[in-house]
């Protein structure tokens, strides 16, 4: 899939060059902004060793909580995993590899392999476990810890409206990794909540230019509340 033609009429042929031992990054925050149907289908395929990368982990039966449960994942790199129970199982096992990253870290890591950019030095860690065998400096007097970018073969994202062409909006909370993840994998497989005609969106509204997009379908969302709260 290349040039224009970005528009699919189902999940299957949004994953099918998905294989086994690639990198994959999955976008949003918490249950918030991620690509829900997308996730269901790679838990379907024959597919394992995976190394995801993502802020959180989902839940025990949701998001990539399922991806979890069917032992897909070898490596879960994240800076969140607190509401999976099941993850901390797998770890206590050693069966799974889980890199913790500072959240503020992880999302310039993955800005930084959209950006062409290696390596970045940050004062954030120095000093704790999260500086081990890396490298450090000193600039201006303050201590700094070595990070380098990330990328992936694949990103799974979700936005809100998209154009024909890919160019995407995204609603709020789901803006906080998904728009980066877009720029830093090799395939970028979006799932929306509409999609409309080419110049429909207003251009200074766009937050990810279709360019990025690789793969784009309309999606169907369950949009799971986390942790649901009641006033009394």
Known sequence: MSGLNKMLTNY???LTDLKSNMTVMIGGFGLCGIPEG???VLATLKISDLTCISNNAGVDDFG???LLKNKQIRTMIASYVGENGFLEELFIQKAIDLQLV???T????IRAGGAGIPAFYT????GTLVAKDKETRQFDNRSYVLETALKADFALIKAWKADTLGNLIYRKTAQNFNPLMAT?????VVEVEEIVEAGELDPDHIHTPGIYVDRLLKGNFEKRIEKRTIRE
């Open 106 to 109: 992880l999302a310039e890591r």
């Open 123 to 126: 004062p954030t860690g120095f």
């Open 64 to 66: 990539i909580g399922v």
């Open 184 to 188: 830093a994998a090799t395939i970028t």
């Open 12 to 14: 299957q042929e949004a």
């Open 102 to 104: 500072p959240q503020g």
């Open 38 to 40: 997308l996730i269901n």
